[in-house]
């Protein structure tokens, strides 16, 4: 059985990675003598860390940095996080496969040019006129080394958009779990984002300056007539006083629970 890991990432597919990558390293002879035989022996390692190495957000960032109890306060506030993050990934990955799918149509492109090329010099080998016909053929035979090098380029970057491509079904398929387990416990709509917004966000900047207060730390006059400014607004939004902005808006007592479900326990995701 073929071994993956927690990205789905086949091991048999990275454990050539390295080879490949020496390989071209040494073709081109960049890096020689000493310094590649050192590459050369440590070739499991970069296999191991192509293989395992992360490249977007783990499980453990996403529900503690991106979901934090400060910017997004209660479950309603995680879920409609979490819907952005996975839009971001999905239209990512669309777009990742029209690049795939382009990038494979450019190397039988760049295959027929060889083709061409090919052609071209063995053409130019009968040709009598012997000045001429040198630089001809010259030519034509570093075309052919280019076009051959833009191939092996591009191959060995499907090799990286596949890795991509794994890793953002991983993060997109990470954020399902966690929408799958918010979307229980929402007080308010699972289909309307902003029916929420003024619960989680008047929570969230209380909770902002606050915390501002209370830190003591050497905040620009700025920052706190910011937070000043975005917490008394919602409280007059919320309250009915002064000019209603949003006279559609549903109206709402706050939990005294922040961040709590409906039965009075935080969901863990």
């Not at 979901?67 to 879920?79: E, F, Q, R, W």
């Not at 619960?199 to 920052?223: C, D, H, P, V, W």
Request: with cysteine.
């Amino acid at each position: 059985m073929t071994e993956t890991n927690a990205d789905g990432f086949s091991k048999d597919f990275a454990g050539g990675y390295a080879d490949k990558s020496l390989e071209i390293i040494k073709n081109n002879k960049l890096v020689t003598g000493d310094d590649f035989e050192a590459l050369d022996k440590i070739k499991e390692s970069l296999n191991h860390n192509f293989w395992c190495g992360q490249l977007f957000r783990s499980k453990v960032e996403m529900e503690v940095s991106v979901l934090n109890d400060l910017k997004h306060p209660t479950n309603d506030s995680k879920y409609w996080q979490a819907i952005r993050e996975q839009n971001v990934h999905f239209s990512e990955l669309v777009s990742l496969s029209y690049e795939y799918k382009k990038r494979i149509q450019e190397i039988s492109i760049k295959k027929a040019d060889e083709g061409l090329l090919s052609i071209e010099i063995k053409r130019e080998c009968w040709r009598t006129d012997a000045e001429e016909n040198k630089f001809e053929l010259a030519k034509a035979i570093s075309n052919r080394e280019i076009i051959r090098i833009d191939i092996d380029k591009m191959n060995w970057g499907l090799i990286q958009m596949t890795k991509t491509a794994i890793n953002r079904v991983r993060e997109i398929m990470c954020w399902q779990d966690i929408l799958d387990k918010l979307k229980p416990v929402l007080r308010w709509s699972a289909d309307t984002y902003e029916e929420h917004q003024w619960a989680s966000y008047k929570i969230r900047f209380t909770n902002q300056l606050e915390n501002t207060m209370k830190s003591g730390a050497n905040t620009s006059s700025s920052e706190i007539n910011n937070l000043i400014g975005l917490f008394t607004t919602m409280e007059r939004v919320t309250s009915g006083d002064g000019i209603q902005l949003n006279d559609e808006r549903p109206k709402i007592e706050l939990p005294s629970d922040r961040g709590q479900s409906p039965n009075g326990k935080k969901v863990i995701v």
